[in-house]
């Protein structure tokens, strides 16, 4: 089992439509999650870093950690073309490590 | 504010040569961590430097080494390539913590022929 698991789409939406992007994950410890967002030919742009449950809004974006059902997601609100990219969700794992765990990502496009 | 850059952006190689990439980190940040990136997956955690030393590696073979600088810049070497190193080589910066987001540079795409 994948620590971290993503369905990889292609999610397709129309533009202004609410986009939700999930991930799950296997230890129950892990507790510091991160979401990136990355254009081709680009690197991982963090959008939006939380800790332990609850949710965590930045404009149209708002991330949401489930930990007793070990879910993650981000929910875009508005969704526009430039929206159109990979979407990474990762976890730092157990504590004091510096290793990130990232899920496969998932491919969204937002259509005019 | 200069972000994480990273040099060069693409790079072809062949098979059995070596190759060097490098990362300087955003203005702050102390540590450097290296993933590999292969087409359709999500970045995969090769080592973490802070203090000029490896702090943390992941699961990748010896030819994959790494260098920190007393600026906290950062060289990736890999020897004997196969074609399976072809990826898109991320190096992120970070300060030391596990409660510290990482931000990453655009990259080396790696193409070994």
């Known amino acids: 089992q994948k620590e971290v698991e993503q369905d990889p789409g292609p999610l397709s939406v129309p533009e202004g439509a609410i986009v939700s992007l999930n991930c799950t994950y296997s230890n129950s410890a892990f507790q510091y999650f991160m979401w990136y967002r990355q254009y081709s030919r680009k690197g991982p742009e963090l959008l939006m870093y939380t800790y332990s449950s609850g949710n965590k809004e930045d404009g149209r974006f708002t991330a949401q950690v489930d930990k007793s059902s070990k879910y993650i997601s981000l929910f875009i609100r508005d969704s526009q073309p430039s929206d159109s990219a990979t979407y990474l969700c990762?976890?730092?794992?157990?504590?004091?490590?510096?290793?990130?765990?990232f899920g496969q990502g998932t491919t969204l496009q937002v259509k005019p | 504010d200069a972000g994480v850059t990273q040099s060069p952006t693409h790079l072809i190689k062949t098979r059995g040569q070596q190759v060097t990439l490098r990362c300087s980190p955003k203005?702050?940040?102390?540590?450097v961590s290296w993933y590999q990136q292969a087409l359709g997956q999500g970045p995969q955690f090769i080592f973490q430097y802070y203090e000029e030393e490896e702090r943390q590696r992941g699961n990748f073979p010896d030819r994959f080494s790494g260098h920190q600088f007393p600026n906290y810049s950062s060289e990736l070497n890999v020897n004997a390539l196969l074609l399976g190193d072809s990826a898109l080589y991320l190096c992120?910066?970070?300060?030391?913590?596990?409660?510290?987001?990482?931000?990453f540079g655009d990259g080396t795409r790696l193409s070994i022929l």
């Open positions: 992120a910066s970070s300060l030391l913590g596990s409660d510290q987001p990482q931000h």
């Open positions: 990762a976890t730092y794992g157990s504590s004091n490590t510096g290793k990130l765990i």
């Open positions: 203005s702050g940040h102390d540590t």
